[in-house]
C-alpha cells in the first residue's frame, strides 16, 4: 500500500503522532509574552497552530515547541509580532512521514 493511501485514511492526529523530530540545540520559536499579555485580546495563535502548541492557562499563553510542524502559521498571523520564528539547524527539525 502506498503512503498516499495510507494517509487518506488516517486522521490528522495520527498523521501528526507519526512525525519525527530532530531537534537542535536552540529554541526555534521565542514568544514574546510580555506583547501577549498586554497587546493581545483574540490569541488567534491558539486558535491557529495545527499543532496545539499554543494554549491558554490561567489567562496566559503557554508555548510548548512539541509537535511544531514547521509551518509557520504562528508568524504569519500574530498580530504583535511577538513570535520570533527561525527554521532549526540544517537537517534539524521535524521529518514528515505521511506527508
Ligand atoms: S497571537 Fe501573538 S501576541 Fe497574541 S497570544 Fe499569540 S503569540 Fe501572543
Ligand atoms: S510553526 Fe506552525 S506548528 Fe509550529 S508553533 Fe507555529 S503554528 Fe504551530
Redesign the pocket.
Known sequence: MSEIKVLKKMKIDEALNANVWDVDHRPH?IVDYEKCRKLCDKKVCTL????G??TLTGGEILFSYEG????????IVCPHEAVT?NYPLSGRGVQYRFG
Open positions: 520559536i491557529l497552530c495545527p499543532a502548541c499554543y511544531c510542524v514547521e509551518c509557520g502559521t504562528c508568524r520564528w
